[in-house]
């Protein structure tokens, strides 16, 4: 079973509130994602690290930024939020190139209400 | 980038039959994963199979990484096999995943 745990599960907040997403885990992964997902719709890569100090701009356009301080923490943090960033936010961790292959593990996601 | 195609997009199943779901991708991969998510959200790694025929109870998956697709076989299909199952593939080992748009399956009692 995975350990990788994000909070808040469930949110709704108002339009021009600051908010974050945290997640962490506490497996050693050097790689951690977050992707967007609607309802019933595919993932999107919204921002990606590699290791500390190290984060990247995704697939997906995001107003989201993320920061990479600690190995087993990837907070997402929206500045003002608004309700087109009504969305599930879900993060994930992986160990990268190993024999057993770059398995990727998520946490159980953040639902996210902006009205 | 690469483009990941998954069908059927819907799947309705009687309890304790078979099916089969497939995921087509445009390019090589070294990494590709199938994964279910539940009714709640969560994702749940099924199968790491870039390559070869993996099996894990009552699913199975096979993947043919010359002629670009890959097939996950699930048999005697249980209502909590419900969910949507999603195929994501990566161009290297320890690359990023793209998704594919998954395959809503309904598994009646």
């Known amino acids: ?115 | 980038g690469i483009q990941v195609e998954q069908s059927p997009p819907d799947l309705i199943l009687q309890e304790g039959a078979n099916s089969t779901l497939r995921c087509n991708f445009s390019d090589s991969v070294n990494n590709l994963q199938w994964f279910h998510q539940n009714p709640w959200g969560q994702l749940i790694n099924l199968f790491y199979i870039p390559s070869g025929t993996k099996q894990n109870g009552r699913l199975s998956a096979t993947t043919v990484a010359t002629e670009r697709y890959s097939l996950l076989y699930i048999s005697s299909s249980q209502t909590t096999d419900s969910g949507v199952y999603f195929c994501a593939v990566g161009e290297t080992s320890g690359s990023r995943l793209t998704f594919g748009e998954g395959t809503q399956l309904t598994v009646n009692p």
């Open chain 1, 1 to 115: 079973e995975a350990d990788i745990y994000q909070t808040p599960r469930y949110l709704v907040i108002g339009t021009g509130k600051k908010i974050t997403l945290e997640c962490s885990q506490t497996m050693g992964h050097d790689k951690m994602y977050w992707y967007q997902q609607d309802p019933g719709m595919e993932l999107h890569l919204i921002h990606y690290s590699y290791g500390v100090n190290s984060t990247e701009k995704g697939d997906l356009s995001s107003e989201s930024t993320v920061s990479r301080i600690r190995t087993e923490h990837f907070p997402l943090t929206l500045e003002s939020a608004r309700p087109s960033h009504t969305s599930q936010y879900l993060c994930a961790s992986s160990i990268g190139q190993t024999t057993s292959g770059n398995t990727i593990y998520f946490g159980e996601g953040s639902w996210l209400t902006v009205v």
